[in-house]
């Protein structure tokens, strides 16, 4: 069997690319890497990629020069997580409440960490997760 050496992208589709933008930049400071008016694409700590596409955008292929995107989408509120230090935590908190970000619920899991879970301007479902989280996390 191949080996997969991680998850590279996470994929967001959302109404107001712009109003998202500003929301991920602002609240959790990432660094735009690429982007254009359909796109976003977002480094995550060096290692992953957090990309914003415009709702709606890529009910056809994208076609350039580089070769063929096929059509992709979701529709409704989906779920990711950011990995965080539990030392951290206090400070994601205070982030949150400068930047007016609810925190909708909390988790202390059976492992030992612990998640904070919030909504974006879309409604997606993001959390924040410490260690403990999962057997491999």
């Known amino acids: 069997m191949p080996t ?8 967001l589709h ?36 957090l990309l914003l596409f415009r709702r709606e955008e890529n009910p056809q292929p994208y076609v350039f020069s580089g070769g063929t995107i096929p059509p992709h989408g979701s529709s409704g509120e989906i779920h990711f997580a950011f990995a965080i230090e539990r030392s951290e935590l206090g400070t994601w908190e205070k982030q949150f ?21 919030f909504r974006d301007p879309d409604r997606h479902l993001g959390e924040l997760a410490t260690r403990g989280t999962w057997p491999i996390y």
């Open 97 to 117: 409440a400068r930047c007016g970000v609810e925190i909708e619920g909390r988790v202390n899991w059976q492992l030992g960490g612990e998640s904070i879970y």
């Open 14 to 49: 959302v109404d107001d690319l712009e109003r998202s933008a500003k929301f991920y930049e602002d609240v959790f400071g990432l660094r735009v890497i690429a982007g254009d008016t359909r796109f976003r694409a977002y480094s995550v700590n060096g290692r992953q990629v």
């Open 4 to 11: 997969l050496s991680g998850i590279l992208e996470t994929a």
